[in-house]
């Protein structure tokens, strides 16, 4: 149960709150809000201005409370990450729902995330002191913080790809690959787990023809990184084998 | 804490808890037009626009709310016309929406509508796609989408003043023969017409000279569900009411050693714990049926053994919500666990644990506790085994289907509350009120005299509310406290506490000779009724009355089919299936219809000649009438029209089947999936799937399906017609609106008795202390059944107006004279208006009050014939299957309303895609379920809908004065399979476990 409710207008103001025991940030409260057992208090980050999406010179900045709407339909967005915000949440959760919320609450089924972590996504987090953390470093143990920010490149190829049961439903089967001008290739999977894994993070030679481990290299990575992930939603075979055609259809898409 | 909220443009001063949503507050405030739809957001029943974007309300706290505007549906328009006081009337939203057909039950109409104007606002001018994108944020589970899509269109339109607005709802076909191939359904008479199909009606020659029967007349209540009214059962205020909550069991199979309920009693806010031991022991069902109930009696409201995850254990009423379930959590209950059984194939075993012990157990026909059977079935039509000798080909399989859920987007909620005689009254969305009332008066010992059950308007049922499924929790609370209670359910509860459609396990047996004639077809069923027998027998009965029906086979089997059906419905524990729209028959005609493709495949026959050639014909005796009728006498019932044929041929025109099926090319012509995206600065634009158009397959598929029209002999439904002093009149009717628009279409008929436009008919449904009698709304009855009633109480009425009429007009003959356009009129013209009639006989000359009364029981279920196909692609490397079109040419006799008719097969076709390829519902090991959200068990949504085409191909059906059969629930039935059949047509293999699922198809490609 939310026993109090805070609406601080600074950051410090914020942090300080937020060092209370049992305080959590509040971003659009798609889940905060539902009811608890556990006693909390919530800070809500709407009045810190934390709403912003900045283009700084190949990254983009995204405020932590950018909604998942926001994201999608801002230009700057890639078009990739693009497809898998609109999978992450139907549009009145997407109106409500911000980026950070997003990122802390995830499971393996996000789309979204799953497209953060192929573009190699920096949280700013601030606590006693500020720091610049890997979304991949961040998702295993996700600690405690504020997350202020998410930076991405936009000097990068993305692509995302997904099977589901229907066109709109969530993920069995999710991939997304950022390929940089220097041949450095990211590859994420998702639809299985605590969170997307990352699947591939290596040097590819992008030329046609050229040599380095090209698409085989990426449907193994694809293929290894669902060698246990069986669950109600399919078995590992099938993730091992789709995920597989996925990436190469996305290798395929960022040579195109 | 205090906060201040801005309401529709008005500031409101608030004192609220932290934790209270935005969703509490405003309905608390008296905004009734956001709804609870469930807790995480999913369906998006409870949207208000805060700063202009729709968003949940629930899903937000009402503090964070402060400092924006926020608009409800209440900040519209309203009815135009109020006394002496003029306003502006409704917003073109609201006005489109009602012309268009696009309310069914209204509960997330006003949530669609604000979604809606959010895009024009922005928008004037959208695409389809935009305004699927805009709206899909609110799941429906009546519409299917089409409407509500076409509305926006429309009020668009409008709003751009593109004057005049062309809109025929319904295209009509008064004889022309279909024209064949894809490009027949390409003749756009409208502007509209290029983005959405509307739906055909082929109409029968004796309907044209009607005024209201067959008209898309808008429906009776849509003007105040347009307009978010408090129009909902927990859409009331009672002072003092408490909430109720339901402990429930954390086991599958066990026996409550003790219940320690002093802590929680203890916790101030609580006014009432009960546990088993608090309540009279009363053994009962909660199947909503008639007297006496064709099943087992083996429930109560409360016992000292749980018998499945979700089954109850105490009852806890409080001040508040929050409260009650902080008082759940301090009920101290000792288990003894017992073995459990999860798969209905243990359950028969030798050594598997008895599920029902209890002595009160009351046995129904076949049902035998000790072996855990609930029902039992053996039904041998002919002489199946001599057919069979005579085949020359036999082919067996096994199929299955899922255990699915209702999903009616306003889950089960009612009001209990003593009325100032001491007479319970349960405000209960029902599909039952009257069984409501005569099953609860013995389980709370109460006569049925002190219960008064109200329905208001009910936000969907589709079968899962009839079932008395939890009004006895409320009314135990309130007799216990003496005060009034509201009990709704969460959405966790409507998957792990309410019904759903019965798992079942099929074998087929076919036998075939070399030139198609069926020379008998045989199919075992296992159902899985769960903890609890409540339809049971019914459910799985009608499963082969119906499915096993179509096919009678050729020649002389024709004379005399054989047919064989046997089936076991046993107990699990699993929450209890019960009804659920199509009732049995969609888990037949998966396993039929599947089964029938592959036999014609096989044997290199066309498939829909094959079905043709074996389906029953009219003038035939509907085979299973003369062999079972739901644990009654049977009674041999002939088939009067079969309209199969015709909606073959027009099906196949509208697909564009004789272009495509066997056509090589076409299947391979699969264009690369688009994805779109909306943005608010470029609209919307696609972006190509990256789906190698190589690794795609298009696919097609039919599926011939039967349903039928209410219980033969059982079902009976009441009404009352009251002429008013203006020429006006109340209709009454027992019968039960769950969305359907049955007030409308029952409503039309009067109307055309009486001569009057529909908007001179009141329509009341339904109260138990006011309105006659009715079943309620179930087995694709009520237009048949109650509308035949309305008829017969209409024209009583009818003869009393003429009666006087002739008076006042100096006619000696009072049969001549017609009622029409508000007038009574003799043979020599002379007339009299039916106002002037009503103050006559109310005031003036031998006054009497006209009214008349009808009840009708139906001696036949005439059964509605259809014909369904789908068209898909198949991603072969993935077995990601995509539904591209359904379309569906369906003999329901006369359609009363071409638009609410029309709406019930879209909604019924959307749902029926969900268990073609998504909804199931799963358990793990212990008993648990794994769906418990919409998250997980996903419902369409308006952005991922394939195209869909409604064709009627009307028959007059002679036992009805309107000609009418049913529509309700036969769109259930032919969807799965016809995707099966298409996902077969596509790749090549069979799918013989529903639903159809990306690895199933990636399994059966691969071999393994």
């Not at chain 2, 924006?68 to 929406?97: C, M, S, Y």
């Not at chain 2, 789908?870 to 309303?897: F, R, Y």
Request: hydrophobic content about 40%; proline content about 6%.
């Amino acid at each position: 149960m939310i026993t109090a409710y805070h609406r601080p207008q600074t950051l410090d103001e914020a942090l300080t709150l937020l060092a209370r025991p049992n305080t959590f940030p509040l971003g659009g409260g798609t889940l905060l809000s539902h009811p608890s057992a556990d006693s909390v208090q919530v800070v809500d980050l709407q009045a810190l201005g934390l709403n912003q999406i900045k283009k700084s010179g190949n990254s983009l900045e995204i405020g932590a409370t950018v909604t998942l709407q926001q994201l999608l339909e801002s230009e700057l967005c890639p078009d990739a990450l693009k497809r898998a915000i609109k999978l992450e949440a139907p549009l009145n959760i997407r109106n409500a729902a911000t980026v950070a919320g997003t990122i802390v609450a995830c499971d393996g089924r996000s789309t979204f995330v799953c497209g953060l972590l192929a573009l190699d996504a920096k949280l700013a987090i601030a606590n006693r002191k500020s720091e610049i953390v890997n979304l991949g470093d961040y998702l295993p143990l996700r600690p405690r913080g504020l997350i202020t920010s998410i930076t991405i490149p936009m000097n990068v190829k993305s692509a995302f790809e997904y099977v589901a049961r229907t066109p709109a439903d969530k993920p069995i089967v999710c991939v997304a690959l950022a390929q940089w001008p220097s041949g450095r290739t990211r590859l994420a999977v998702g639809g299985y787990g605590k969170a997307p894994m990352l699947a591939m993070d290596g040097d590819v030679d992008p030329s046609p023809g050229g040599r380095g481990i090209q698409g085989e290299g990426v449907e193994a990575a694809a293929r290894n990184a669902f060698h246990e992930a069986k669950d109600e939603w399919a078995s590992a075979e099938y993730r091992q084998d789709v995920a597989a055609t996925l990436a190469k259809r996305c290798l395929d898409n960022l040579k195109a | 804490m205090n906060i201040t909220l801005s309401v529709n443009g008005t500031e409101h001063a608030i004192e609220c808890a932290p934790s209270e949503t935005l969703f509490t507050v405003i309905r608390r405030l008296g905004f009734y037009g956001v709804k609870f739809g469930d807790e995480q957001g999913w369906t998006g029943a409870d949207t208000v626009l805060l700063d202009g974007k729709p968003v949940n309300a629930g899903s937000m706290l009402a503090a964070q709310a402060e400092g924006h505007n926020i608009v409800t549906i209440e900040a519209l328009g309203e009815h135009p016309d109020q006394g002496w006081k003029k306003t502006e009337g409704l917003h073109p939203l609201q006005r489109a929406f009602v012309e268009s057909g696009a309310i069914q039950c209204g509960y997330c109409t006003p949530a669609q509508i604000l979604a809606a104007k959010t895009l024009l606002d922005k928008n004037p001018n959208p695409s389809e796609d935009e305004v699927r994108e805009a709206i899909s944020g609110v799941l429906c589970r009546c519409t299917g989408y089409l409407k509500p899509v076409q509305a926006v269109l429309r009020a668009a339109a409008i709003l751009r003043g593109d004057e005049p607005v062309s809109w025929d709802a319904v295209n009509w076909d008064f004889g022309k023969p279909p024209e064949v191939g894809p490009e027949a359904n390409e003749s756009p008479s409208d502007q509209f017409a290029s983005l959405l199909t509307k739906p055909k009606v082929v109409v029968t020659p004796q309907t044209q000279a009607w005024q209201v029967v067959g008209k898309p007349e808008k429906k009776v209540d849509a003007v105040k569900l347009v307009q978010g009214k408090p129009a909902f059962a927990a859409d009331i205020e009672k002072r003092g009411m408490l909430v109720a909550k339901v402990l429930h069991s954390p086991h599958a199979h066990a026996r409550i050693k003790s219940i320690d309920t002093s802590k929680a009693k203890a916790l101030p806010g609580v006014a009432a714990v009960l546990t088993w031991q608090d309540l009279p022991r009363v053994v009962w069902s909660t199947a909503g049926q008639s007297d006496p109930i064709p099943g087992p009696l083996d429930t109560f409201s409360l016992d000292n053994k749980v018998r499945f995850v979700g089954d109850r254990v105490a009852f806890v009423a409080a001040e508040t919500a929050e409260i009650a379930e902080k008082a759940l959590t301090l009920i101290e209950v000792e288990y003894e666990p017992l073995p459990a059984i999860l798969d209905s194939a243990d359950a028969m075993k030798p050594d598997a644990i008895r599920i029902h012990d209890e002595p009160e157990y009351v046995n129904f026909a076949d049902s035998d506790p000790a072996r855990n059977v609930a029902a039992k079935i053996r039904i041998d039509i002919g002489n199946p085994d001599k057919g069979f000798a005579e085949a020359d080909h036999i082919f067996e399989g096994e199929y299955s289907v899922p255990k699915v859920q209702q999903v009616s987007i306003e889950p089960h909620v009612c009001v209990t509350y003593w009325d100032e005689d001491d007479r319970l009254v349960i405000r209960t969305s029902t599909q039952v009120p009257f069984h409501v009332r005569r099953m609860l008066a013995p389980v709370l010992n109460l006569p049925v005299k002190r219960i008064r059950v109200i329905k208001p308007r009910i936000g969907g049922g589709f079968g899962g509310k009839q079932e008395v499924l939890m009004e006895d929790v409320a009314a135990h609370l309130t007799i216990a406290t003496k005060r009034p209670v509201i009990y709704e359910y969460t959405r966790e509860e409507e998957f792990i506490a309410a019904r759903s459609r019965h798992p079942m396990k099929i074998w087929m047996k076919t036998g075939v000779k070399k030139d198609g004639t069926i020379t008998a077809n045989e199919m075992r069923v296992l159902s899985d009724t769960g903890a609890y027998g409540c339809h049971a027998l019914t459910v799985t009965g009608n499963t082969g009355h119906k499915a096993m029906a179509l096919y009678v086979g050729d020649g002389e089997y024709r004379k005399q089919p054989n047919i064989r059906f046997y089936a076991d419905v046993v107990y699990t524990n699993t929450p209890p299936a019960g009804a659920f729209r199509g009732y049995g028959v969609p888990q037949g005609y998966w396993p039929v219809e599947r089964h029938m493709e592959k036999i014609a495949r096989a044997l290199n026959l066309d498939p829909i000649e094959f079905r043709l050639k074996n389906a029953i014909h009219p003038g035939e005796y509907h085979p299973f009438s003369t062999a079972w009728n739901e644990g009654r006498e049977p009674r041999p019932e002939i088939i009067h029209t079969v309209g199969l044929e015709q909606c073959v041929a027009q099906g196949k025109a509208a697909i564009g089947w004789d272009s495509k099926y066997g056509n090589e090319e076409w299947h391979r012509n699969v264009p690369s999936t688009k994805f779109q995206v909306t943005s608010e600065k470029h609209g919307t634009w696609n972006m190509e799937h990256g789906t190698p158009s190589s690794a795609k397959r298009k696919g097609i598929g039919v599926a011939l399906v039967m349903q039928g029209t209410a219980i033969p002999y059982l079902d009976m439904g009441g009404a009352s017609v009251k002429m008013n002093d203006d020429g006006s009149f109340n209709l009454l009717v027992g019968a039960t609106d769950l969305g359907t628009g049955s007030d409308t279409v029952i409503a039309q008929m009067v109307a055309e008795v009486l001569g009057v436009p529909l908007e001179d008919i009141i329509t009341y449904s339904s109260d138990t202390d006011f309105t006659p009698f009715d079943k309620g709304a179930y087995a694709s009855s009520t237009t048949y059944i109650s509308g035949a009633a309305a008829v017969r109480a209409a024209e009583m009425a009818a003869e009393r107006i003429k009666v006087r009429a002739a008076k006042m007009l100096g006619e000696v003959e009072y049969s001549n004279i017609r009622l029409s356009n508000r007038q009574a009129i003799a043979p020599s013209g002379k007339s009299v208006s039916l106002a002037e009639i009503a103050l006559d006989t109310l005031h003036k000359n031998e006054q009497e009050q006209i009214m008349g009364i009808g009840s009708y029981v139906s001696p036949s279920s005439p059964p509605p014939f259809a014909a369904q196909f789908a068209e898909v692609s198949v991603d072969v490397e993935t077995g990601a299957v995509t539904v591209d079109k359904l379309v569906m040419a369906v003999d329901s006799g006369v359609i009363v309303n071409p638009l609410t008719a029309s709406g019930q097969i879209e909604g019924g076709m959307t749902q029926a895609l969900g268990y073609a390829v998504c909804e199931e519902m799963r358990y793990d090991d212990k008993g648990n379920a794994i769906e418990r959200d919409l998250d997980r068990y996903h419902i369409f949504r308006a952005d991922e809908m394939p195209e869909l085409e409604t064709i009627f191909v009307e028959t007059f059906e002679p036992s009805h004065p309107f000609g009418v059969k049913a529509v309700a629930e036969i769109p259930m039935d032919g969807v799965a399979p016809a995707v099966g059949n298409a996902v077969l047509d596509a790749v090549g293999v069979n799918i013989d476990d529903n639903p159809i699922t990306p690895e199933k198809i990636w399994r059966a490609l691969k071999g393994k």
